[in-house]
């Protein structure tokens, strides 16, 4: 017997393509809680993936719009990697995952959905968090919905920044 797993929040995935560059974009609104944008940083930014691997996976992108990590100024770099360590510290305080997979697709090939502008990713990781469905159902499972997780992360964002002065 068939069995159907509803997810409707995957059509705004499959049915529509944003204009223009999402890492471009976002950070020009004034809409942050919206567009999930945890930090804003003097020269890149911290987003949740609206479309995650898993809960809590996270996004660092520089304003910059280049293709590649080495178009980057080393300034940029550095406060790009700034927030990625930023990242881990608060998935790391508030998830409590037991590991993280980071990482920077540069190119279509290489798997970049965004191929023109450069970004990592930061997946929070559990023991167990990879079951059946994906290899059976070729679905996976997020345990929580986006805004929750957003609520819980934001204050630890908003904390470290402030801590920092």
């Known amino acids: 017997m068939r069995k159907i797993l509803w997810a409707p929040w995957r059509m705004e995935y499959i049915g529509s ?8 974009l976002m950070p020009q ?29 996270l996004m660092v992108a520089p304003y910059a719009h280049v293709p590649s990590l080495e178009d980057l100024d080393e300034e940029t770099i550095k406060d790009t990697m700034g927030l990625v360590k930023k990242s881990l510290s608060c998935l790391r305080a508030v998830l409590k995952p037991q590991g993280f997979n980071v990482g920077v697709n540069i190119g279509r090939a290489a798997g970049a959905g965004f191929d023109q ?18 290899v059976v159902a070729e679905t996976k499972v997020i345990p929580e919905a986006l805004n929750a997780t957003y609520r819980k992360l934001r204050p630890s964002f908003a904390a470290s920044t402030s801590a920092r002065g």
């Open 29 to 57: 609104e004034n809409r942050d809680e919206e567009n999930l944008i945890l930090e804003r940083g003097r020269l890149s930014f911290v987003a949740m993936n609206r479309f995650p691997y898993n809960s809590g996976h």
């Open 17 to 24: 393509k944003p204009r223009g560059c999402i890492f471009c």
């Open 117 to 134: 502008h450069v970004h990592a990713h930061i997946v929070p990781r559990w023991s167990g968090d990879v079951n059946f469905m994906p």
